[in-house]
T-cell receptor, first 111, second 115 residues
Framework: TQLLEQSPQFLSIQEGENLTVYCNSS?????LQWYRQEPGEGPVLLVT?????EVKKLKRLTFQFGDARKDSSLHITAAQPGDTGLYLC???????????FGSGTQLTVLP | EAGVAQSPRYKIIEKRQSVAFWCNPI?????LYWYQQILGQGPKLLIQ????????DSQLPKDRFSAERLKGVDSTLKIQPAKLEDSAVYLC?????????????FGNGTRLTVT
């Protein structure tokens, strides 16, 4: 089973601050997805990155896939309380027919 | 489109009892997944169906867990007998196809508490 490590595990910041969360593995992934999960709900897809070095922007969120396709980062600019949630990365490999999730980063943005 | 439906939302049982969860995926989605999410952790895949066939059940504790997807649509996940460590949220997800890039659409889960 391929492992995805996310850091930090918990992050509490003030509204307006910037932050970066990381997703790392020793394995190569063919693609990587980022999800956000709010309490009492299932995860919701934010983005899928496929190409090494790829950068995708979604409003104030910037996602990057590492050149070697072993790691990814999520950067949030000017965080808002509505960004609060559990951020999960999930990787897919060519050989394993399953999506492996990381342990998540619990983000709290205080007003 | 209607989302993934799961029931019940909450279930409390005593250890050694049985419990069943139900999932109705998005219409037309061929792939269905059951994940277990323990508090503070990411989801762990239990079983993946492609239509009504099992693609991956390598992490399913088969001595107590079973799942079926009759007619390739709805699915049920059963635990018999339950243990304290089975307390978790059980998430069902579906995707149109499985290509590795396919987005997963999750239901809101069933929160199971085993006492």
């Amino acid at each position: 089973t391929q492992l995805l490590e996310q850091s930090p595990q918990f992050l509490s910041i003030q509204e307006g601050e910037n932050l970066t969360v990381y997703c790392n593995s020793s394995s190569v992934f063919s693609s990587l997805q980022w999800y956000r999960q709010e309490p009492g709900e299932g995860p919701v897809l934010l983005v899928t990155v496929v190409t090494g070095g790829e950068v995708k922007k979604l409003k104030r969120l910037t996602f990057q896939f590492g050149d070697a396709r072993k790691d990814s980062s999520l950067h949030i600019t000017a965080a808002q309380p509505g960004d609060t949630g559990l951020y999960l990365c999930a990787g897919a490999s060519g050989s394993a027919r399953q999506l492996t999730f990381g342990s998540g980063t619990q983000l709290t943005v205080l007003p | 489109e209607a989302g993934v439906a799961q029931s019940p939302r909450y279930k409390i049982i005593e250890k050694r009892q049985s419990v069943a969860f139900w999932c109705n995926p998005i219409s037309g989605h061929a792939t269905l997944y059951w994940y277990q999410q323990i508090l503070g952790q990411g989801p762990k895949l239990l079983i993946q169906f492609q239509n009504n066939g099992v693609v991956d059940d390598s992490q399913l504790p088969k001595d107590r867990f079973s799942a079926e997807r009759l007619k390739g649509v709805d699915s049920t996940l059963k635990i018999q007998p339950a243990k304290l460590e089975d307390s978790a949220v059980y998430l069902c997800a579906s995707s149109l196809v499985w290509t590795g890039n396919s987005p997963l659409h999750f239901g809101n889960g069933t929160r199971l508490t085993v006492t």
